[in-house]
């Protein structure tokens, strides 16, 4: 196998990426010098190599192909188990991963039958991904394979998934408000123009900010002109009214969230 002199992280992924793209030839990835590149950047930097091979796959070349090259390049063709950062990568295909705006992975999680949302970094996320390993394998994994595994999950969700809207306590969409509960179930208040009903899995995101208490419980043919008040962590919402506060709340979420 040829030796090549060593080179940082970055150079060695620009390195990779410019040889294929400049020569227009996806096929350039399976030459045996780039394979190489490829197998050190996988060992050193999971994470680099994901969103390279997010590009590379942008620009045409078959990636599944490439990974069975590489796998072969490195002699890991079989009789190995996977490891369990691979393991953990593969538990977390269950959840559905997005990015929002400012770059931050999330995911939503189906959770004894409601949805949750939690950023990658979060505990949340971590606790739900160990405890997935364990029921797959009956052990714990290692904080250095649960590492490797958050960024590249963190990568996927930056480089091969949509971006969407993240709000706190209050978001809203279509014309409607919505407030989240802060509820274990995760229900929000569905609010607009006819009245207001609580629903399960709402259309926005809500992610739950440190310190976040739950909302009491609206009641149905509750009075209609005082219902307590409403905290967020950016404003604080008095003399909440549900009937007439979608008006108000639209320009907030469109202005403050």
């Keep these: 196998m ?11 992924r620009l390195e990779i990426h410019w040889r294929v793209s400049s020569k227009r030839r ?4 399976f030459a045996p010098e780039i394979l190489e590149r490829l197998m050190a ?16 796959k942008k ?33 977390a295909q269950s959840a559905e991963l997005f990015h929002s705006a400012d770059g931050t992975g999330f995911a939503d999680l189906d959770i004894n039958g409601h949805r949750e949302t939690w950023p990658i970094r979060a505990k949340g996320f971590g606790r739900w991904l160990a405890r997935r390993f364990f029921e797959a394998t009956q052990g714990a994994p290692s904080s250095e394979a649960l590492q490797s595994a958050l960024n590249v999950i963190e990568a996927k969700a930056h480089f091969d998934a949509p971006e969407r809207a993240v709000h706190i306590r209050v978001g809203g969409l279509d014309g409607r408000l919505y407030l989240d509960l802060g509820d274990e179930t995760w229900r929000a208040v569905e609010i607009d123009t006819t009245g207001w009903r609580v629903i399960d899995n709402p259309p926005v995101r809500f992610r739950r900010a440190a310190g976040m208490q739950p909302l009491p419980m609206p009641v149905p043919g509750a009075p209609w002109r005082r ?28 202005t403050r969230c």
Aim: glycine share 10%; net charge positive; charged share 25%.
């Design 41 to 56: 950047l996988k060992r050193d930097d999971r994470a680099a190599f994901e969103a390279l091979r997010a590009q590379l």
């Design 59 to 91: 620009a045409g070349c078959r990636v599944t192909a490439l990974d069975e090259a590489i796998a072969e390049e490195n002699g890991d063709t079989g009789g190995r188990g996977p490891k369990q950062a691979d393991i953990l990568i593969g538990l």
């Design 2 to 12: 040829m030796q090549f002199p060593p080179l940082s992280k970055r150079l060695r």
């Design 26 to 29: 996806p096929g350039a990835a």
């Design 227 to 254: 219902c307590g008040s409403i905290s967020t962590s950016r404003t604080t919402i008095s003399s909440w009214r549900w009937r007439g506060c979608w008006r108000r709340s639209a320009t907030l979420v469109r």
